[in-house]
């Protein structure tokens, strides 16, 4: 095989290079099932050790959310859709046209009063009164989400006048690396939230961790790009931090977690205005909340952030996520619309799209080592007859060395259908990222080698 320089991948240090685990099955948060939260899963890890090539670059873990990925620290997984308990829908929602609701706006306004105090509001009444023009202007803007939720900001209020409010608040982007005042934070969040014992290695793995390569750069738009703690300081002390990947053209909230001394003040819907914010300053389009669920009513309030977007599971194109989405729901909880419609318009074959066949009949499969995308009829994966149009081209990688999959001895020869094989492995690879995105991406098929 061929030296790394030599196959197009000049710079291997600047290419998604990702490491396939295959299929998972595991306990399922949402439902509470032991098995059944079905997933395939990848490895896109910088931070090991000894230095592998492993990486995603910001960009291709963007084009993977469109397809229905997510990241838990440096693993980055797609669900199987129709195989599992509860149906991940990737959601987002442009942040210019975001309109808040009268229970979001009145969190913000409250933690700003709070934040204030009634004697900083009286004092700033009597000496820095607000102008005609002013009142007139904040009138007619409405409820600026940006502005206001900058209004309890000690920054913007020292900007005003010289008075000191009630509680200095501070908000700053950090990078996102490992302190001992965040772990004890999340140590606290987990025990008083979901009565979960928290470990620093798991804090560091879930919250820590991640796969992008660069992990910070700025794009040429001027945007921060990489992984972030957004993190929030009341007189000095951290109470909540938002953990953010800075993605072009969106932001994407993994996770957030706060102290329960502040839970009167609803910082959910604050995190959540505050990243839209984010997202409308910074110039990234949308905000990616994380995976809807329509099953778990924890997870109803999502819908509560209007008007948003909910990705087609087969088709990849969006669809505005509003009540009529909701309803068919209800009945039908793995819900393609691009593809029914496509059966209706087109004349598509139902009977050659697995989407078609009854959940019933695949449902639930025993998990066994053998199972792959294509075993599991997985949702919305490329069609094998179109990855073995396309298989031979994949640039894997093995050791350090850089090929072509045809390149491989006796590739001719072997059977896709073989699960745990090369070409299998491969197979899977690009049935799950596409194959749009994938003359970008290396394959790497042997970790150890390395
Ligand atoms: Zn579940």
């Known amino acids: 095989m061929a ?12 290419t998604t290079v990702l490491f396939p685990y295959g299929c998972n099955d595991s306990s399922c948060g949402y439902c509470d099932v032991t098995v059944g939260n079905k997933s395939y899963m990848m490895m896109a890890s910088v931070d090991r050790s000894p230095e592998t090539f492993l990486g995603i670059k910001p960009d291709d873990y963007k084009a993977l959310l469109d397809r229905g990925w997510r990241r838990s620290g440096n693993i980055i997984y797609k669900p199987d859709m ?9 959601i987002r929602l442009k942040s210019s046209t975001f309109k808040p609701n009268s229970k979001q706006r009145k969190a913000v306004n409250a933690w700003s009063n709070y934040v204030h105090g009634i004697d900083y509001k009286r004092e700033q009444a009597q000496k820095y009164p ?8 904040k009138r007619l803007a409405g409820f600026n989400v940006v502005e206001r939720i900058h209004e309890p900001e000690y920054a913007t209020l020292k900007s005003k006048n010289p008075l000191e409010p009630a509680h200095k608040f501070e908000i700053r982007l950090e990078e996102n690396t490992f302190t001992q005042e965040k772990y004890e934070l999340f140590e606290h969040y987990q025990k008083s939230i979901h009565d979960d014992e928290a470990t620093e290695s798991g804090f ?73 914010s984010l997202a409308e300053e910074g110039g990234y389009e ?55 419609k496509r059966v209706e318009i087109e004349g598509l074959d139902p009977s ?3 989407y078609f066949v009854e959940r019933k009949n695949i449902t639930p499969y025993p998990p ?36 072509i999959a045809e390149m491989i001895v006796n ?3 072997m059977d896709i259908d073989i699960p745990g094989s090369t070409k299998n492995k491969i197979a899977e690879a690009i049935a799950t990222v596409g194959a749009q995105l994938m003359p970008k991406v290396i394959i790497c098929l042997a970790l150890g080698q390395q």
């Open 204 to 276: 560091k793995r879930f919250l820590c961790a991640n796969p992008f390569k660069p992990k910070y750069s700025v794009d040429e738009k001027g945007r921060k790009i990489g992984p972030y703690h957004q993190c929030y300081y009341l007189d000095g002390r951290l109470i909540a931090v938002a953990v953010l990947d800075l993605l072009p053209d969106c932001v994407s909230g993994v996770y957030f977690m706060y102290h329960t001394d502040f839970s009167q003040w609803s910082f959910g819907k604050i995190s959540a205005l505050r990243e839209i």
């Open 130 to 137: 607000i102008s005609r023009q002013e009142k007139r202007r």
């Open 411 to 413: 590739w001719e020869y």
């Open 286 to 340: 949308y905000y990616y909340m994380g995976y809807y669920i329509h099953s778990c009513p924890k997870m109803r309030y999502k819908c509560e952030y209007q008007p948003s977007q909910i990705l087609d599971p087969e088709c990849y194109d969006w669809h505005p996520f509003d009540d009529a989405f909701r309803t068919v729901l209800d009945s039908k909880p793995y819900y393609s619309p691009s593809l029914e």
């Open 3 to 14: 030296d790394t320089g030599q196959l197009g991948a000049k710079n291997i240090n600047d």
């Open 82 to 90: 129709r195989g599992s308990c509860c149906q991940e829908y990737t």
């Open 352 to 354: 050659t799209e697995p």
């Open 368 to 403: 066994t080592e053998d199972d792959t995308v294509f075993t599991t009829n997985m949702s919305g994966v490329v069609k094998k007859e179109d990855i073995e149009a396309i298989i031979g081209d994949t640039r894997i990688l093995v050791g350090r060395k850089l090929a």
